[in-house]
């Protein structure tokens, strides 16, 4: 901590603060009252209310008449409404709008609304570095291979023990490791379909999935997905029917854009109609460890009967992006995505692969996972509340219990396009909704990155988009 | 060095091998004479004959009547002719041989004469080890991040650097970082060609190209390739104008099997027909730095131009296969394969880019290549000697002038598949002919790795080796 002499109200703002930070005080847990704070810190009356006056001026906390202050809970805006989508299957082609959010997230000093990394400050990087090194050091000599293997069974042990403990038995002979998350959705997509075949998606979904079915030739057919419930089943099943599918690929945990969570039911739902149908399921679990709740989700690939299903995971998003970790847990599928991986790139640098798994083996994943999990859900809060505050009347919002994103449904007049292009002279970067789709439906949607370092310039950042928006909401504009 | 009691011919035998495995003593150059080792050694006549004899049979130095002892040259035995291959494209589907030969290469204890790797002992695992652990405490937090284009930066210039040593000019710009060159082919290929599309490789060629074309969906077609001059490229340009190409792979340096060397000219002609037909090239310069001669080749993407060629090289083959440190210079195609890579796998780790240009600026990489160049070179040498020694009369053998292989073209009668079955009962793994072929031709040619380290078990093995083939050379089998 820097020295600076805080002020008496500064202090007890700061404490409270980190309280809730580190999940101490939860979303809706009531906060010290005002007489609370003068007993325990030893301060005049004027100072706690100054104190807490500040935090409900940051989102933080919320006075309730005659009951005192509470921690924020997560805005009441009623969820978003999906547009009708496309129901045929189409090639994916979104590069040009995609490329331009990249840009824009690369500029420097721009606050990354629009980015799907987390913040570094959010991630034990000295912890992960040390790791690497030593396990430079201590298996040097093979550099001098290929890493077949026998190097990086560590590493799938550890992540079929992790799985283990959620009910799933998977063998660590089934597990592919992978340079990230996308190089086993590559992998993966590759193994069970041909160019030109059709891809079941959600609808919205991640756009960099749309744009790899469209760079392997293949095309995609959209499901609606709510944020509240995922996946629409009886579409998801009708379509598996009407069309000729070579397989799904589906985000059942915290799903990106929507941020919806599959429950029990509905996933071995999915997992029972895609057997029945003879189609394969990827499932793309990247924030499947980042729940809010005190439960994390059970990937598809655990239910039963799901040798059918290939979970795609990575720890690109709860411990490092660069190390390029991920897997592929491919159950019957294992030996073709083996040999695919092989054929395209080889294996994955054995230093990264025993430096997660020493990482994963001294039990410090855990802590940081929950210490992650609290401050994603706090930012979420927060970021939740603001826009509740600045934007216009009409705005719908998700409401996520674990990831990264906020979903945000404008006022139908307001082009998220054109609110990207007035935002992005702001040095705010954002994700426009119509990327998450096949057919640039989404077109009044942005996606928020809630993963960032949450400080006053993102507060601003979210006012500025909300004035932007009123801006854009009025009838008169063209 | 064990403490062991030399004999004192063991002294003076293991003094020349010294000299001959530093290149000190090359192929060709006189040996000291018995008169000049009893004075230089203090040893008897005996001794120094001893010493020689024992030299020679090892296959390191021969005798030349009345002129004495010299260090072996490359066997004189005939260049391999290849057979007559298909002229029309195919899909290449070679899995299940390959297959074996992985296997094969990945039993414990068994003599990787079939692998494309080298051994341990002959790259500084050590000093990459510290690179890469520098790497990860010196940048620490980027770990937190994708890496994005400015963390491989330091490696990109200095790629740059090294190719514009040998004349060519490339801009950071277009290297794009990989996962090791077959990451950068499939990347590569993908960027120019489409599933469906045929491709014009070599033939004989690198198996895991063929793979590769094949997971594609592409069809290759194969163009003659010898041992002395490489690709004909009459029938080169002859394809081009016959058949709709969409690119072709050619491995112009110390090509994977034949170990032929474009020449300057041939290599220019090479860019000229494809530029004048508009047809991509791409290069697989993996083993363009193992030159044993004085100057190393010129990539074809540093000709004249040559705009239209991408350049796939690592260090896989040069400093460490498990770094997975690759990279595609790729021309006017350099946005379209950067593309790729991030809709693929986003990005490669950045400790082991960041490691590698480390390594590369420290300037160690030159002084290693030297001395494995002289290795491997002297490999090649004594293991040819061998094979000239103990094959059936009728062996033809390349004589390489870089890299790591020879390729062997056994009498006809002779069954390379046969003959892996054979010699993997002695624990001996060989690549057998067919698999560097569209349709299973060169079925009487195997190709033998010299990055290996050199002992009395290799000689043995190619004893072996030879025993076995003349027992599959007999008229009288089936």
Redesign the interface.
């Known amino acids: 901590m820097p020295e600076v002499t805080l002020l008496a109200y500064e202090r007890v703002e700061s404490k409270i603060e980190a309280l809730i930070q580190k999940g101490t005080l939860r979303p809706g847990d009531r906060v010290p009252s005002v007489r609370e704070l003068c007993r325990r810190e030893g301060v005049s009356k004027i100072t706690a209310m100054q104190a807490l006056s500040n935090l409900e001026a940051k989102s933080l906390v919320q006075a309730r008449p005659r009951s005192g202050f509470f921690v924020q809970s997560l805005s009441r805006l009623p969820l978003p409404q999906s547009p009708e989508i496309a129901a045929e299957p189409r090639e994916p082609c979104l590069?040009d709008d995609v490329?331009r959010v990249f840009r824009d997230i690369?500029k420097p000093d721009t606050i990354p609304l629009g980015a799907g990394?987390?913040?570094?400050?959010?991630?034990p990087?000295?912890e992960?570095?040390?790791c690497?090194?030593?396990a430079?050091?201590l298996?040097?000599?093979?550099?001098?291979?290929?890493?077949?293997c026998d190097?990086d069974l560590a590493l799938r042990r550890e992540i079929a023990l992790r799985l283990s403990r959620s009910g799933g038995e998977v063998s660590p002979e089934e597990i592919i490791i992978?340079?990230?998350c996308?190089?086993a959705l590559?992998l993966s997509l590759?193994a069970v379909a041909?160019?030109?075949d059709t891809i079941l998606v959600e609808t919205p979904t991640y756009f960099?999935l749309l744009?790899?079915i469209e760079?392997l030739?293949m095309k995609a057919i959209g499901v609606p997905a709510t944020c509240d419930e995922g996946i629409d089943l009886h579409a998801f099943e009708g379509t598996l029917k009407s069309h000729r599918i070579a397989a799904s690929v589906l985000i059942p945990s915290f799903g990106n854009p929507h941020g919806a969570n599959l429950s029990p039911q509905r996933r071995q739902a999915v997992v029972d109609i895609s057997r029945k149908r003879g189609v394969p399921v990827i499932e793309d679990d990247i924030y499947g460890e980042l729940g809010f709740g005190s439960e994390q989700p059970r990937p598809l690939r655990t239910m039963n009967h799901s040798a059918n299903v290939i979970l795609c995971g990575s720890l690109?998003k709860s411990l490092?992006?660069?190390?390029?970790v991920g897997w592929a847990i491919a159950g019957r599928h294992a030996e073709n995505v083996r040999?695919?991986k092989w054929?395209?790139?080889?294996?994955?640098?054995?230093?990264?692969a025993l430096a997660a798994a020493d990482y994963l083996r001294a039990g410090g994943f855990d802590r940081h996972l929950r210490a992650l999990r609290k401050t994603l859900e706090t930012q979420i809060c927060r970021i939740s509340n603001a826009i509740a505050k600045s934007f216009p009347q009409g705005t719908c919002l998700s409401r996520p219990a674990g990831g990264y994103f906020l979903w945000v449904e404008l006022p139908w007049r307001i082009d998220s396009m054109k609110l990207r292009d007035a935002a992005i002279k702001h040095n705010i970067s954002i994700c426009p909704g119509p990327i998450f789709s096949l057919e640039g439906e989404f077109g009044h949607f942005l996606r928020l990155n809630c993963a960032l370092r949450l400080d006053d310039k993102v507060t601003q950042a979210i006012e500025t988009l909300g004035r932007l928006a009123h801006g854009l909401n009025s009838p008169t504009r063209s």
Request: charged share 10%.
């Open positions: 590069s490329a690369q990394t987390p913040d570094v400050t959010l991630l990087t000295a992960i570095a040390r690497v090194a030593r430079a050091r298996h040097a000599t093979q550099f001098g291979g290929y890493s077949m190097t992978t340079n990230g996308m190089d590559n590759r041909n160019p030109g960099g744009q790899m760079s030739g690109s490092s992006p660069a190390l390029r040999r695919l054929i395209s790139s080889i294996t994955t640098p054995h230093v990264t």
